[in-house]
């Protein structure tokens, strides 16, 4: 089993920068890849980055150039960088977490419990 804890988020005016992160714990296991999706009111929760092992990052179109995802894979932990926040942004962004486990064993698909952004004037 492993845990994820995020922490970041909340409110900020448009145009303004906020960062998430995403750590991850356990025992025995390896990631295969760390990203963020988000859901707002009423729609469907959508892939915002992510990034797989021994691959760059993929971005949807409506964030590219304005967030970073980025991993320190010491800490087993995964960063979004969130700038030139507009309205539309606005959502609970959750962590997803690939791995592999017990030496291969397993795969497991971890969710973080999710983090709000609210981006208003």
């Known amino acids: 089993q492993v845990q994820l804890v995020e922490s970041g988020g909340g409110w900020v005016q448009p145009g303004g920068s906020l960062r998430l992160s995403c750590a991850a714990s356990g025992r025995r296991f390896s990631i295969n890849a760390m990203g963020w999706y988000r859901q707002a009111p009423g729609k469907q929760r959508e892939l915002v980055a992510v990034?797989?092992?021994?691959?760059?990052?993929n971005y949807a179109d409506s964030v590219k150039g304005r967030f970073t995802i980025s991993r320190d894979n010491a800490k087993n932990t995964v960063y979004l960088q969130m700038n030139s926040l507009k309205p539309e942004d606005t959502a609970v962004y959750y962590c997803n977490v690939l791995t592999e486990e017990d030496f291969g064993a397993t795969q497991g698909d971890y969710w973080g419990r999710g983090a709000q952004v609210t981006v208003s004037s």
């Open positions: 990034i797989v092992s021994g691959s760059t990052p």
